[in-house]
């Protein structure tokens, strides 16, 4: 939305005053001719107000200047700016107010809205313990350093003795918790799944919101870790 008001003082005293007013609805021209004094500009100015839904301070102003002896009054041009309100965007349910503050165009302390990633859940239907190669035993024969590493292995691994073969990030967790591993976990969990989709190319996306399938690249490649150590 934008104001826009030009003033002009005559040396006979009188003026001219044109107004315009716009926003993305309408668009409002006033043209005022030989007038003397404020009180039209101020009642424009309380019109502006008013259609804008907000007060509009004009910078800069100052009042006209006297006239010079000669008789000759100044021109004055003031124009006024004032950008529409943005409306903030809905917040869903993973998506927090931080406590960091930003300021709105009127000084007033605005909260910056920030993602939180989605906290995983433990499966407790999933009994881990029953698996004929312990989860320790494997990660130790993989020996993984890097956390994707660490998560391929897991995959490879409940593929191998549950037959699962798409994961999320409650698996991750689950099987992280079973080592004691949890606190090594990144704050977002599903990170390294994601880099081990698009960018290593060992996953695959799931046919599930939220799922990731190892392939045969990422088979391949956790079949080749821990050959250094034999």
Known sequence: MAIRRKEETESNGKGKIKFRYTDSERTVDFTVENIAGTSVTEGLRSLANVLAGRTIVGEGRRP????????????????????????????????ETAEEETEAEDGTPKPRRVA?????????????????????????????????????????????????????IDHIFTAFKHLGWDSQLPTNIATPLKNLTHNRKWFDVGKEKGTYAINWIGESGVGKMGGASK
């Open 116 to 168: 939180k990633p989605k906290a995983p859940k433990l499966l407790s239907g999933l009994k881990l313990t029953d698996a004929r190669v312990s989860l320790e035993a494997f990660m130790k024969e993989k020996n993984p350093k890097a956390m994707w590493d660490k998560y391929a292995v897991v995959a490879v691994w409940l593929k191998q003795e549950f037959q699962i073969t798409e994961i999320s």
């Open 64 to 95: 006209p200047k006297a006239k010079s002896e000669l008789g000759a009054a100044p021109v004055i041009e003031h124009e006024e700016q004032v950008e529409a309100l943005e409306q903030d965007p809905p917040v869903d349910e993973e998506v």
